[in-house]
Nanobody, 114 residues
Framework: QVQLVESGGGLVQAGGSLRLSCTAS????????MDWYRQAPGKQRELVAV???????VYADSVKGRFTISRDNTKSTVYLQMSSLKPEDTAVYYC????????WGQGTQVTVSS
């Protein structure tokens, strides 16, 4: 059974930082690409960051230079370090992977106040 469990969301002031974590089970984590998505109210879910099995990363233009995705294969965990947060970063953040099919975490709320 595949499970993705996120944590680390919360309320933060603009300019602040948060670190999200997503721990996976039921997959060959080290061999999987892991993604972070987000969905703001009334908007479509959008891809925020990707980390491939080999460690290469890709970021949405809106978060480049502010967010860092990383992974710890020994803990089957992917992280999203978010800095210089802006009110427009407010969203529910989801962890995602593809393992026979798409799997999503339950989401964690990030709220950035101005």
């Amino acid at each position: 059974q595949v499970q993705l469990v996120e944590s680390g969301g919360g309320l933060v002031q603009a300019g602040g930082s948060l670190r999200l974590s997503c721990t996976a089970s039921g997959i060959m984590f080290s061999q999987n690409r892991m993604d972070w998505y987000r969905q703001a109210p009334g908007k479509q879910r959008e891809l925020v960051a990707v980390i491939r099995a080999g460690g290469t990363t890709v970021y949405a233009d809106s978060v480049k230079g502010r967010f860092t995705i990383s992974r710890d294969n020994t803990k089957s965990t992917v992280y999203l370090q978010m800095s210089s947060l802006k009110p427009e970063d407010t969203a529910v953040y989801y962890c995602h992977t593809l393992w026979t099919r798409d799997y999503w975490g339950q989401g964690t709320q990030v709220t950035v106040s101005s």
